[in-house]
């Protein structure tokens, strides 16, 4: 039961990758469609896709996808924004 739920998990990961490239595909595709060449658009958009696919494969083989994806969350840079962002200028320290 938990290697099938381990399974679908991964499965899950597996496709957050894959729509996250097809996005960034679909937004570059549609600029080089408009402005540079109709087929160009489309090329780029499927080499994106392709190559998305391609990382969240190798994610799945590797470590596995939940495991890439929980440290793209997981960035230290990100723990104390919200608390930078409330303090005074004055009370900043530059270093």
Do not use: C
């Not at 994610?59 to 996808?65: D, F, L, Q, S, V």
């Not at 919200?82 to 900043?92: G, H, Q, R, S, T």
């Amino acid at each position: 039961m938990i290697k099938k739920l381990e399974k679908l998990f991964e499965i899950y990961g597996w496709i957050q990758i894959v729509f996250s490239a097809i996005l960034l595909a679909g937004m570059v595709g549609v600029v080089l469609y408009f402005t540079v060449s109709k087929i160009i658009g489309m090329i780029v958009g499927i080499i994106i896709v392709i190559f998305g696919m391609h990382i969240a494969y190798r994610a799945y083989k590797g470590k596995g996808t939940i495991h890439l994806l929980s440290r793209t969350i997981a960035s230290p840079e990100l723990d104390n924004k919200e608390e930078e962002n409330n303090v005074p200028e004055k009370e900043k320290v530059i270093s």
